[in-house]
């Protein structure tokens, strides 16, 4: 299994922040909660490593 990576890796995030916002507009408060639900299935899926999205858990609940 390969470690979580955390470091920076994603090119351009501040353009794939943006996009995210622009899939975001003009939805309310719950279709945008549901639409992060969506994303994170999504992605998890790809991911498709159990031991990395326990990791993941862990690090997003420990940052809130």
Do not use: C, W
Not at 21 to 26: I, N, P, Q, V
Request: glycine share 8%; no cysteine.
């Amino acid at each position: 299994m390969a470690a979580l990576v955390t470091a920076p890796n994603l090119q351009d995030h501040d353009g794939f922040y943006a996009e995210l916002l622009a899939a975001h507009k003009g939805l309310s408060e719950a279709e945008s909660g549901a639409m992060n639900a969506r994303l994170v299935l999504i992605l998890a899926n790809h991911v498709g490593d159990r031991e990395a999205l326990r990791e993941a858990l862990a690090l997003a609940r420990k940052a809130g």
